[in-house]
């Protein structure tokens, strides 16, 4: 599935976008260049980051247990989250135009 951020609007509020997953880096690596990402892909393995910001999928009887959810998250340059969205449903994506208003909201 692509993507459908658009970079260039999040690049010209001066927001860093960065993917995170519960892959290898090596795999990750593998799937920036599959899917032509312009941004980092960052390997949670160990999956901590993806519990502690509560994007992990903790349900034993759900076939996706300890992978990580769909999630937005905004962070301020001082470390706070700001917005955070955890999607159940993978397929599921946030409008470029609901994050680009919590980016706005930023300045």
Same mark, same amino acid.
């Given at each position: 599935? $692509?993507?459908?951020?658009?970079?260039?609007? +999040?690049?010209?509020?001066?927001?860093?976008v960065?993917? @995170?997953?519960?892959? +290898? &880096?090596?795999?990750n690596?593998?799937w $920036?260049?599959?899917?032509?990402?312009?941004?980092?892909? @960052?390997?949670? +393995?160990?999956r901590?980051?993806?519990?502690?910001?509560?994007?992990?999928?903790?349900?034993?009887?759900?076939?996706?247990?300890r992978?990580?959810?769909?999630?937005?998250? @905004?962070?301020?340059k001082?470390?706070?989250?700001?917005?955070?969205?955890?999607?159940?449903? &993978?397929?599921?994506?946030? &409008?470029?135009?609901?994050?680009?208003?919590?980016?706005?909201?930023?300045?």
């Amino acid at each position: 599935m $692509a993507l459908q951020l658009d970079l260039p609007k +999040f690049e010209s509020r001066n927001a860093q976008v960065m993917g @995170i997953s519960t892959d +290898f &880096p090596m795999t990750n690596a593998a799937w $920036a260049e599959k899917l032509g990402l312009s941004f980092p892909l @960052i390997s949670d +393995f160990p999956r901590q980051t993806l519990e502690v910001y509560g994007m992990l999928d903790t349900d034993p009887k759900s076939r996706l247990y300890r992978y990580a959810k769909r999630a937005y998250v @905004i962070i301020d340059k001082a470390g706070v989250v700001r917005y955070k969205k955890v999607l159940d449903n &993978p397929r599921d994506l946030v &409008p470029n135009d609901e994050l680009l208003a919590e980016v706005d909201k930023l300045k």
